[in-house]
């Protein structure tokens, strides 16, 4: 996966920054059985599984939006509508199946959550 444009000597061993987004959702997952009901912020799920899936084919719906975010749907619909204000996301109707959506991150989004991914990517591997 190419950067967009984020400076940075660390390239993770392991593939992607997105592989780093898909570490970082086992260990955020593993955190919430750890301290259950201790830590949630829907809206941070939300972009970091949408991140995960930035590299290949798989598109996110809003209902696996919804379910990556742990929180009750009502709640995640309403994150997913402040990052859309925010401009960090934006919705995409499915042109075969009208009654499904599509979510990704825009360029802004894509841009500040690889910024985070490369931190994270450096405190294991520091730059050079």
Known sequence: METTGASSDVAPPFGS??????????????RERVWP???HDPSWDILID???ASD?????????????SAAPTSTALRHIDRLII????????DVE??????LSLTAKGLSLSEDFMIGLAELQ???R
């Open 50 to 52: 949408l991140y995960a």
């Open 97 to 102: 199946d009208r009654r499904r959506v599509y």
């Open 125 to 127: 591997f520091p730059p």
């Open 37 to 39: 009901n201790l830590f």
């Open 17 to 30: 920054f997105a592989e780093v987004a898909r570490r970082y959702i086992k260990l955020r997952r593993k």
């Open 56 to 68: 290949g084919d798989r598109r996110v719906s809003v209902t696996s939006a919804c379910i990556a």
């Open 86 to 93: 925010l401009g960090l996301i934006e919705r995409q109707e």
